[in-house]
Every structure is written in structure tokens, then in C-alpha cells.
């Protein structure tokens, strides 16, 4: 079991540009969690996504950013029109289901936006 | 929505002593509580958690309490040694939210 994966580990955009966040779960995970860690700082929730739907979208800003978890293929956070404020470490975790079950961390992708 | 505080901020102990971290959280009806270590520049790994109807938990030198009618849960890891530095997250789950929310963490410094 290849474990979460995300890519890419590391991303740089310029202000304006768009940034597309790649995040597979662990096989057999269905349940997938986007949050965002500044620096110094601790985890922000912001999406919970099962397959072809978003269950928890109330962390994530209303503007510029969205998530989607196909039926095929992995999770996406897309961040359109980036801003300095964007740059942050993003994790996806995922877990077999929600409620009690734990969830484990992918290696996170550290956005840089120039 | 659920607000998890932890305490303290960073904490510096000597090898071989315990360390004790303390988050409490608001919403009543939360019923999961893990906790992470992540070091510098890397995911954050779960190492232990608790759900709410057990009130400690224990592995090897690391142990959980939880205290509901308090609404707080403690990490506690006995004989500390160099490889424990690293930052702690608390977290909790429940309420009908399914995102965990997660303290600010604790910067655990092991002293030789």
C-alpha cells in the first residue's frame, strides 16, 4: 500500500496564475480531506470529499478555490488567481470512512507563489 | 463549529522526563480525538488516538486521557527521548462536522 500521494511536492506559481493540487488516497480509501498548514502554524480544514461529491466544503474560501474527487482519478484542489497569501503547505488525508476512522496524511504539496 | 485549543505552545524537557500536552475542545458531541507528531518538513503522522467512550489509552510510552465532561484530553509520553522532538497536533471529530479540527500544536523539545 503506496500509502496518500500527492503531487507535486513542490509547485511555484506567479500571482494570477493557476495552481492544480493532486492528491490519490490509500487503496481502499474512499473519504478524502484537503487542509492547509501555514508556516508556524497548525492544520485548516478546508474540504471533506467522498467520491463525486463534496460533503464539507465549510473551510474553504468562497472565491478562487475549489475541489472535486472524480469517480476516476484523483482528488484535485484547484486555486485559481493566485496570491502571496496562497503560499502554504497543502495535505490531503484520507481515511476508509468518515466519522470515527483515522485518517492518514499524504507528504503535502508546498506551494510557492511568486 | 467545533474550536480545539492546545497548551502549551512549545515545551522543552529534559531526556528520560515526561511531557504532558493538553487540549480542550467546545463541541460536545465530538467523539474522536487523534493526535500527530509531524516533523520538520514532513506529513503528520498519527500516533495515537481515543474515541469517546474509553477514558485512557495506552502505547508503550505514549498515553491519551480523556475527561468528557471536561471536554479536555491530554497526550502524555513517559521516558522522552531525542527522536520525540518534533511538533504535536491535537485534533477532534464529531458534531456532524467530518473534517478533523486541530489545535495550533506544541513544539516538543528533547533537552540531552
Known amino acids: 500500500n503506496a500509502g496518500v500521494m500527492q503531487n507535486p511536492r513542490h509547485l511555484v506559481r506567479r500571482r494570477g496564475q493557476e495552481a492544480r493540487l493532486r492528491c490519490s488516497p490509500m487503496k481502499g480509501h474512499s473519504h478524502v480531506y484537503w487542509y492547509r498548514q501555514l508556516p508556524e502554524e497548525g492544520l485548516k480544514f478546508m474540504v471533506y470529499?467522498?467520491?463525486?461529491?463534496?460533503?464539507?466544503e465549510s473551510g474553504m474560501p468562497k472565491e478562487r478555490f475549489s475541489a472535486e474527487f472524480p469517480k476516476e482519478g484523483p482528488s484535485i484542489l484547484r486555486i485559481q488567481q493566485v496570491v502571496r497569501g496562497d503560499s502554504a503547505a497543502y495535505f490531503c488525508a484520507s481515511s476508509p470512512g468518515g466519522g470515527k476512522s483515522e485518517a492518514f496524511f499524504g507528504q503535502g504539496t508546498r506551494l510557492t507563489v511568486v | 463549529g467545533e474550536n480545539v485549543e492546545q497548551h502549551p505552545s512549545t515545551l522543552s524537557v529534559q531526556e528520560g522526563d515526561s511531557a504532558v500536552i493538553k487540549c480542550t475542545y467546545s463541541?460536545?458531541?465530538?467523539?474522536?480525538f487523534p493526535w500527530y507528531k509531524q516533523e520538520l518538513g514532513k506529513r503528520p503522522q498519527l500516533i495515537i488516538d481515543i474515541r469517546s467512550n474509553v477514558g485512557e489509552k495506552k502505547d508503550q510510552r505514549i498515553a491519551v486521557t480523556l475527561n468528557k465532561t471536561a471536554k479536555h484530553f491530554s497526550l502524555h509520553i513517559t521516558e522522552t527521548q531525542p527522536e520525540d522532538s518534533a511538533v504535536y497536533f491535537c485534533?477532534?471529530?464529531?458534531?456532524?462536522?467530518?473534517?478533523?479540527?486541530f489545535g495550533k500544536g506544541t513544539h516538543l523539545i528533547i533537552q540531552p
Open positions: 485534533a477532534a471529530r464529531g458534531g456532524g462536522a467530518d473534517g478533523l479540527t
Open positions: 463541541d460536545s458531541a465530538s467523539n474522536y
Open positions: 470529499l467522498q467520491k463525486e461529491n463534496i460533503i464539507d
